[in-house]
């Protein structure tokens, strides 16, 4: 065995001497994945494998890594991933495919809190978060930005968008409390009527939307795109599948929240045909993009199609 085994824990030795080497393919890794923050997530692997001392008896053990890592650099955190992988025994492509599946899972989670907002009187703005209620200034705009922002670990942008919501739903005037359920990032998907006005929060809900990235993330693991497909057709037909997912299914979280049938006839489908007719154009323009065809997208089959 050379350094390279130790280093990559496929060779170990006790506080006894006793060496023990590794038996890949390991029997299971298990990986828990914990949303901390808006940058940061914490994940912990638990990896069974069978090892053999140095009088050939075989034995199983248990491996347990845990690592708290920042989205800030994607890069930085697969490799991380991947080396723990790789030091409980996943061999090295695996690993990379591990890596990169657990970090879309940790984009995938929503750490944002739901919010009760209510008015109370002319100056409080009263939020509840389960049994948890906070307070800020109804007179004090930036104080109330700030210390909404650092009481929930959500960006001031984002507590912007809740102070002007509580702006709207409720009238400064009244004393009476009013409450609506609202998030940082999920408004709610129907009008709220107050004051004999009803209210339309689609813009608003529209606008958050642009900024969320999970929607691609669940593109990317749904699509299927065949070998050699070309790069600028792909990302086109995903960037218009990730808009028809927001359009007409904002709800879903993760790839087990989409009907792949709803999917296929409603997103990928359509933005198939709409690319498609791009690159007919292209190819009257141009002789180069005469008569060639866009690749043949399928959905992933998941065990949860219905």
């Not at 990317?220 to 795109?225: A, C, F, N, P, W």
Request: charged share 30%.
């Amino acid at each position: 065995m050379t350094n390279a085994a130790v280093v990559s824990g496929m060779l170990r030795t006790d506080d006894t001497g006793n060496t023990y080497t590794k038996t890949q393919p390991i029997d299971s890794v298990s990986t828990e994945i914990t949303r901390k923050g808006a940058d940061t997530f914490e994940i912990k692997s638990t990896a069974i494998a069978t090892e053999t001392d140095n009088k050939a008896q075989q034995h199983s053990v248990l491996q347990t890594q845990q690592l708290v890592l920042s989205f800030v650099n994607k890069k930085a955190a697969l490799e991380e991933i991947k080396e723990m992988y790789i030091s409980q025994g996943v061999p090295e492509a695996a690993a990379k495919d591990m890596a990169k599946n657990v970090y879309h899972k940790a984009e995938l989670q929503n750490v944002a809190p739901v919010l009760a907002i209510e008015r109370t009187k002319d100056t409080v703005i009263s939020f509840s978060n389960g049994d948890d209620t906070f307070e800020v200034s109804a007179v004090d705009r930036e104080g109330a930005i700030d210390a909404l922002a650092e009481e929930y670990g959500i960006s001031k942008e984002e507590a912007s968008d809740i102070i002007d919501k509580a702006d709207e739903l409720v009238d400064t005037s009244s004393n009476e409390e009013t409450a609506v359920v609202t998030s940082n990032n999920e408004l709610g998907d129907e009008s709220v009527a107050h004051n004999g006005h009803e209210l339309h929060p689609e813009g608003t809900i529209m606008h958050l939307l642009r900024e969320d990235a999970s929607y691609r993330a669940i593109v990317d693991q749904l699509i299927e795109v065949p070998e050699h497909s070309d790069t600028r057709d792909t990302e086109a037909v995903k960037r218009i599948c990730t808009a028809y997912l927001k359009l007409l299914f904002p709800n879903v979280r993760s790839t087990e929240d989409v009907n792949l049938r709803d999917f296929q006839k409603y997103c990928l489908r359509p933005a198939t045909k709409m690319r498609k007719i791009i690159k007919i154009q292209l190819g009257i323009l141009d002789d180069e993009f005469k008569g060639k065809s866009i690749p043949s997208f399928t959905v992933r089959d998941f065990d949860h199609a219905d």
